[in-house]
C-alpha cells in the first residue's frame, strides 16, 4: 500500500524544507525535516514508496535542491500535481525524484489514498477510488536517469560507455 500525502497550491521550498535546515546537505538529515512547515507529522509517518499529491505550482520559491533531494531521501516515489515551479521540475530531473503532471489525479487523489503509478504507460491508479487517472508517460531517456539516481551518475555512466 502506498500512501498518498496531500497538499494544496504554491507549496514552495520554503515549506518542504525550511531553510533552519539549510546547514547540511546530508540527503538522511534532510528528510527528517521534510515538509515539517507545512506537516509536522510527514517526517514520521512517510515510508519508502509513498506518494506526495498537490494541487498548483508545487515546488516554487527558491531555487535550491535541497528541497527535491529532501523528498527523495524521505522515501517519496512520485510527486504528482497540476503544475510545477519551473526550477522544481528541472532539480527533481537533476537528482532522478519522479514528478508527473496530472490535474485530474490532483484534484481526485485525497490523503491516505493506495495510489500507484505506471511510468511506462503514465497510469496512475487509485486503489481507495477505483479510479485511473492519465498523465504523460515518462520518456525512457528520464526513467534511465531516474534509474542511475539523477543526472551526475547518468552522465558518468554514458562517459565510461566510451
Known sequence: MSYAFKYGDNVDTDVIIPARYLNT?????????CMEDIDAQFAGK??????????KNFGCGSSREHAPIAIKAA???????????????RNCINIGLPIME??????????GDD????????????????ETYQSEPLPEFLQSLIAQEGLVNYTASKLQEK
Open 25 to 33: 546537505s546530508d540527503p538522511a538529515e534532510l528528510a527528517k525535516h
Open 102 to 111: 496530472c490535474t485530474e489525479a490532483a484534484e481526485k487523489i485525497s490523503a
Open 46 to 55: 512517510v515510508v519508502e514508496g509513498d506518494f506526495i499529491v498537490a494541487d
Open 75 to 89: 522515501g517519496i516515489k512520485c510527486v504528482i500535481a497540476s503544475s510545477f515551479a519551473r526550477i522544481f521540475f
Open 115 to 130: 495510489i500507484d503509478v505506471n511510468f511506462d504507460t503514465g497510469v496512475i491508479t487509485n486503489h481507495t477510488k477505483g
